[in-house]
């Protein structure tokens, strides 16, 4: 099993471009989840799914999109890239249930927008 | 607002002695897991903590969780270069449509001296 997969690693925008990062998961979790981390700081919760077809807005959702068309994919849009956008950016997933039932992080993708 | 505060943000120690970070949340809950972080790396699942009085070990490093004091600590033991990392706490809670979500705290840099 791959886990959780990111695309891309790395990507440069200019302001005002846009782009899409993919997130796959191959361990059927129901949720998902986007979060950023900037320097000196915790990961903060972007959007997050609780299953196909559905998202919730996180802590800090203004100026992303979502879309979770399939399960095992979860999409995190930025239709206008701003230098606030610069950061480092998780996916994870975790399964329904209880006990331990932690989240599965992804490698990252790490963002520049000048 | 759930705010989770580590304690403390950097810490610099030698190579066999103790010490231990401090984690505090704001809110209720059950829930808390420690994370390691290498530089450019994603999250390395260390402990989840599931109920007061929890205490899990794992070589040098022991976690502990306080529901009533809203307190979990990482306690490291005779310290060696290879703990260098960043530690973070989470604390989990719940979001809307029955989800669960995790609220970081601020991360611990540690760093070990011969």
């Known amino acids: 099993n791959a886990g959780v997969t990111q695309t891309p690693k790395f990507r440069v925008l200019k302001t005002g471009q846009s782009m899409t990062l993919l997130c796959a998961q191959d361990m059927n979790h129901e949720y998902m989840y986007w979060y950023r981390q900037d320097p000196g700081m915790g990961l903060r919760l972007i959007h997050y799914?609780?299953?196909?077809?559905?998202?919730a807005k996180g802590e800090v959702p203004d100026g992303y999109n979502v879309s979770r068309l399939k399960k095992q994919n979860f999409l995190l849009g930025l239709e206008s890239a701003a230098p606030s956008q610069t950061s480092v950016y998780f996916c994870?997933?975790?399964?329904?249930?209880?006990?331990?039932?932690?989240?599965?992080f992804g490698p990252g993708t790490r963002l520049t927008v000048l | 607002e759930l705010k989770v505060e580590q304690n403390p943000l950097f810490l610099s120690m030698q190579e066999g002695k103790n010490y231990t970070i401090y984690c505090n949340y704001s809110t209720t809950s059950d829930r808390l897991y420690w994370y390691r972080q290498d530089p450019g790396k994603s999250l390395e699942s260390l402990f989840v903590?599931?109920?007061?009085?929890a205490v899990k070990q794992e070589g040098r490093l022991m976690a502990s969780l306080d529901t009533k004091a809203r307190l979990s600590t990482l306690h490291i033991t005779a310290a060696v270069h290879d703990l260098s990392a960043t530690y973070f706490c989470?604390?989990?809670?719940?979001?809307?449509?029955?989800?669960?979500?995790?609220?970081f705290g601020q991360g611990t840099r540690l760093t070990i001296n011969p």
């Open positions: 994870a997933s975790k399964s329904l249930g209880f006990g331990e039932n932690e989240q599965f």
């Open positions: 903590l599931l109920s007061n009085g």
């Open positions: 799914s609780v299953g196909e077809g559905t998202t």
């Open positions: 989470a604390v989990d809670v719940l979001a809307g449509q029955g989800a669960q979500k995790l609220v």
